[in-house]
């Protein structure tokens, strides 16, 4: 059964930094393209970042380009995704997604997360 799993959420101050983690299991990992997504309360769910299968083409959604990257080991079977001077709107739960093709669109996406929440405080 695939899995992937998030981690490295917390509560941090605005400004602040970090690194969020996903594992992948049960799947081979360096045939998928992975992503980002986020969903704020109330907010419907939106695309952050993706990465192509062999980690040479990356894309960010305009909102945090310049402050996170999206990188990963296939070794590891694990994407990450730094995220540099947090603001109040970047609170949110992050999930990673795996899928066929890079993509802003969730609904590409095969294979969720959990979720892990990543709250920024003013």
């Known amino acids: 059964q695939v899995q992937l799993v998030e981690s490295g959420g917390g509560l941090v101050q605005a400004g602040s930094s970090l690194r969020l983690s996903c594992a992948a299991s049960?799947?081979?990992?360096?045939?998928?393209?992975m992503g980002w997504f986020r969903q704020a309360p109330g907010k419907e769910r939106e695309f952050v970042a993706w990465i192509s299968r062999s980690g040479s083409y990356t894309n960010y959604a305009d909102s945090v380009k310049g402050r996170f990257t999206i990188s990963r080991d296939n070794a590891m079977n694990t994407i990450y995704l730094q995220m540099n001077s947090l603001k109040p709107e970047d609170t949110a739960v992050y999930y990673c997604?795996?899928?066929?093709?890079?993509?802003?669109?969730?609904?590409?996406?095969?294979?969720w997360g959990q979720g892990t929440q990543v709250t920024v405080s003013s």
């Open positions: 997604a795996a899928g066929p093709l890079v993509s802003a669109q969730g609904n590409t996406y095969h294979y």
């Open positions: 049960a799947l081979t990992f360096s045939n998928y393209d």
